[in-house]
């Protein structure tokens, strides 16, 4: 068979596929944590005492902590869809946020007098419903980011799938900050610590399956 032939045979099926841009992608994720903040407050999950709360420096801690790395993350997962770009660097900028942000709340502790009885002050059972929130509330934001991962082209799978988890799992994290009536900074670093890791852990696996072509 001719060459030509054969490549024309190839060729028969295939249709023209959308140019990606990380600006459209942005938006759409933007537009989807919109949604999905706009129905959780909608519903009435806030808490009701979010106007003390707002007084309070440890809110704005874990407010702007959480939305700050949930804008690194995503940002660091959109840019690697591209195949020219790593995640590398954005993923160690995302863990010096992390320490600088622990740094910021023990800071925060200390000036408040910290120590006192940790075991009251980590709340084991409120912890673990805190933990169970987040990782329900990363999952839109998790199939988001995968489906647009899908759609690109990243060379470094394993990275650009751990910048996913944990872009979705601060993204979770915040909006839980909405609902959680906790502001004890030693319990804030413990419990939402330990959510986002194991969330961005189950990205990081999950999302390595289901983007495999």
């Known amino acids: 068979m001719p060459s030509e032939r054969l490549i024309e045979d190839l060729a028969a099926g295939l249709v023209p596929v959308r140019r990606r841009t990380a600006s459209r992608d942005a938006m759409l994720l933007a537009l989807l944590g919109a949604v999905e903040l706009g129905l959780f407050l909608l ?3 806030g808490r009701h005492d979010i106007m003390l709360a707002m007084l309070l420096p440890s809110f704005w801690w874990k407010l702007v902590s959480l939305a700050l790395l949930a804008l690194l993350g995503a940002a660091t997962a959109l840019r690697s869809f591209d195949p020219a770009a790593s995640p590398r660097r954005g993923l160690r900028w995302i863990g010096c946020l992390a320490g600088l942000a622990l740094l910021i709340g023990w800071a925060i502790d200390a000036g ?5 009885d940790l075991a009251r002050r980590l709340d084991w059972r409120h912890g673990v419903y805190c933990m169970f929130a987040m990782a329900v509330l990363s999952i839109p934001m998790l199939i988001g980011l995968g489906l647009l991962m899908r759609r690109g082209a990243p060379t470094d799978r394993a990275g650009s799938a751990l910048a996913v988890g944990l872009a979705g799992a601060a993204w979770g994290a915040f909006v839980f900050v909405f ?3 906790h502001d004890d900074p030693f319990y804030i670093a413990i419990w939402f610590g330990l959510g ?7 990205g990081r696996l999950l999302v390595s399956l289901v983007t495999r072509w």
């Open 179 to 181: 609902q959680c009536p």
């Open 112 to 116: 408040h007098g910290g120590g006192g």
């Open 43 to 45: 519903m009435g999950a």
């Open 196 to 202: 986002c890791g194991l969330v961005a852990l189950a």
